[in-house]
């Protein structure tokens, strides 16, 4: 589990310096995100370099406990949301109505291009 | 003896207290959710958040002294996003395969989710700094915030509506895809993940492992196009 931990943070702490250093508009975890792929993705090969748990399956078994609690990491931000709701509460009424509307429409909408486009291209599941 | 109050005041001041508050309201508000097999308006969020509020404004609690302990759960939001790799890994075949469905959608989705909110805030009379501070409201929090600011929106009203909109979309997102008959789960993840980023995509690894994985995707994909969408759609919409 610590080496895992630990190569998640590896691939976090690459992903922010090359973010930073390269002035990307991409945030640092993303770019972890995706060297952590690539490191999947090349792990046979690496097979005599790299550490046992990542061929394991010790990473998938920490990855996933933190993704089944991923609501739990949001409820700091959250909880500081509830202290500011001040800031909405002059046009409260009006951007409640337009985050609901916006947020059902944008999820219709995606839904169904997903869906029209998979049947475009011949794939039926 | 140690008076109650010189106890109360050694714990008021350790991380160790606002920790141990996050995670056991957060288990006592997913243990509810899972009794009621998950149903969306359970969300362990939404209802985590307002016990702790309510703890914090009992015992006037500052919010910077709250995420003194909180923060060790907050930090891990980034080695969560690169554990996003992992599934991802897990259903690359899959992915690989939903390339163009995903890009067709990402395009349309996020124009969606962007001119709606501004669009119908705009006829609702809402003002301009405010519309600007609503635009990427799909978008995760830090990137949004960096959007807003670039174009003179108030970054922290950005976060509650970014809140705000994430808790909507973990809520609707179940009951619309059932009323609409969706079963296709990498179209229902990918689209929570792109309406609703990392809440939707914590309702969506609650529903299924493989919509969780296309709604990281779809968190993701948001997060690099909305930054691209805002400079040529803001103007559009507010000139």
Redesign the interface.
Known sequence: MIVS?GL??V??LL?EIVARASGL??????L??????AL??ARDHLAPVIPAEVRDGA??R???A????????????????????D??AA?GA??????????????????A??????RW?G?A? | MTEPFAVWVYLSRTPLLWLTVTICAYVVADRFSARVGRHPVANPVLHAVWMIGLILAVTGTPYRVYFEGAQFVHFMLGPATVALAIPLYAHRRTVARAILPMTGALLIGAVTALVSAVAIARALGVPHDVLVALAPKSVTAGVAMAVSERFGGDPTLTAVLVMTTGVIGAIVVTPLMRLTGVADMRARGFSAGLSAHGIGTARAFQVDLLAGTFAGIGMGLNAMLTPILAPVLLPLLLG
């Open positions: 931990l998640l943070l691939c976090q992903g508009p991409i945030p640092g975890p993303v972890g995100m995706a060297l952590m792929l999947l993705l990473l998938e920490t990855s996933n933190i993704l089944a609690n991923l609501s739990l990491l949001f409820v700091p931000a959250g909880v500081g949301v509830v202290q500011k709701l800031l909405v046009h009006a951007l409640l109505v337009a985050l609901v509307v916006s947020t059902v429409l944008a999820l219709l909408v995606t839904v291009t997903f869906r029209l486009i998979a291209t794939d599941s």
